[in-house]
DNA sequence: TCTTTTTTTGAATACGTATTCAAAAATAAA
DNA sequence: TTTATTTTTGAATACGTATTCAAAAAAAGA
């Protein structure tokens, strides 16, 4: 009962759906050739103008428009590019996904979208877009698995990851510095006088993790500092709240947790304040991405930003070069980004 | 300065760029016609066990994949669907693309992603549609210009459209029944005892703000309260916080706010609470959609739940069944959701 | 005017597959 | 065994375009 369907013909005369018109049409009907035709839509210079008009006029009456496959078939090229997402209910990358379709459909390119829910995509989830000949793939938040990669480079297909990053693939790459973010984070935390640290990861064995750990620990060893907790996450609002939970619980004394990423610091700030503690009163919370509810006074997180659109514009760059030239070697970008300081972080001195 | 560009690159030695293997390449190693490698990968029975082998083991050694443009040419059958979203960066329809991409790659179709900016969309959005020959279009939070539509129609492309609908464009439909919907909210709110009702729009031309406008205003004057101030807004949370703002500029005493969706409300509840108010002991917020944020404590937000998994479920069921039979008339299904309660309203009697 | 050069054109072909049709092979029936 | 029937196979063709190549037309030069 909860959900009634509620179903309501219209009665509806469809125009006869006729075969779709081809160039052959066209000309028999502007009394050209095909391949005249075929030179109009291609672009081709050399047609008069009195037959090109005569062309136009013909394929606006048929409504005609070529065909991508036949096309593709022929100049082997498609202007497709599949872009694989984990995670696209992550605000940071529903915001990647805007960034990328507008750049590259302004080159005229077009996007095959892909959900995987893995942190390392498989070879099956991809050999669609090898059917399709696509001519790169962007992968965003993940991984390929070797021989998905592999295959992507049998194909000659260009391959670009986007805020990861691992030697063995030998792929394009763009992301952030997350090592040198992550120093900056835990010196800035330090220097206000912290003295318990927690770190609340995402998957523990990928490069944005690693590297941010790595970052953050050095900086407390360097200081000779012990006290840090290390909570596992996912990258999620949920285990973001579980996280710190579980911290609390555990461990009353924690003065300050660096998240991840932004969406587990919203969680962990909803179930700090559900405990009765206050943020940053209580406990210092920094995040990372500078999504956009990071600045929502709700939250006012302390956050890493990183440099979205550049990061995007970097990788339709590395892409497009890979596509359009020969042997491109594969190139590793990494940006600077920085810190957003809001209200989620107080000094303890 | 702000961020640096730090190149490595890596010595990569890339396989020699092979052209692709197609059918007659695995045909010869096999020692079989081109026709019966054909028949293998389109699954035809009519082969014998024998062959299936040597070819399927010669294709594994080529690592073949079979053209998918070369076989949608002849059989008119591409397998594509494109999908034209607005207002990706608003996590309803984040999730909207994720459900809908799940359950059209459990069919075996494959997504060209758009994003639009318009309300309505043109035909130059979707001609690159044409030309690929998607059999189907999902169009969300938008409608078709009417030449876009009857473009569409005369290529004989199934569309529906998601959240939205219109009587002119006869396409099929699925969305919330809003008008019931926001009868249903109004009837809460009046017996939970407001007296200052406050609606925010989405798009004035959107049919879902005039149906969820109608509703509300219908219950409201069956009871003759008139006190209702209707603020416009976009469906973000800028224009939420704005419209919030102006509304407690103007009448301070508007004790309950409809808004046009969710991230409207959370715009609206950070906005009121930045001024000092709290919600609900002074203002009662209710919402629309029911997106995960809008349970996050911070929140806690009244919302009418769209039954989002039914509604592409039955968006794609609609689909599938255009793009299958020849002649289904366009249909159209509404749902009917659910009022989800939380603590952003309270009783005023 | 005629010749040479340049531009425009169409016939033919290729892209890589699925499918038709008739021949060949295998199987069943007699 | 021979004949009838079914299954498997390959040659040929179509899908709709871009491109090559040579011929035709137009323009330029003499």
Redesign the pocket.
Known sequence: MKNDYVFMAIDQTKPDAR??Y???DV?AIA?????????V??G?????E???KKILAAAAKLD????AH??S???RKTMMIGIVMRNIRNPFYSAVLEIFHNRLSAKGYHLIFINSENEEIQESEITKLLEYNVEGVIITDALLSSSASKSLRRYGIAVVLFNRYTEELESSAVFCDNYMAAKQIATYLVEMGHKSFAFISGPSDTSTTIDRLKGFKEVLDERKITDLTIEPGNYTYESGSRAARELMTRNKDIDCIFCGNDIIALGVMDAIRTSGLRIPEDVSVVGFDNIRMSEWPSYSLTTWEQPLEEMVDSAVELMLKEIDEEDTPSQVVMMKGHLVLRNSVRSRR
Chains 1, 2 share one sequence.
């Not at 081709?44 to 008069?48: A, C, D, E, I, K």
């Not at 005609?64 to 065909?67: A, Q, R």
């Open positions: 075969k779709n081809t160039s052959e000309a009394g050209v050739s095909q391949s005249t035709v075929s030179r839509f291609a081709n210079t050399n047609v008069s009195k037959k090109r005609y428009k070529p065909n036949a096309r078939l022929i100049t």
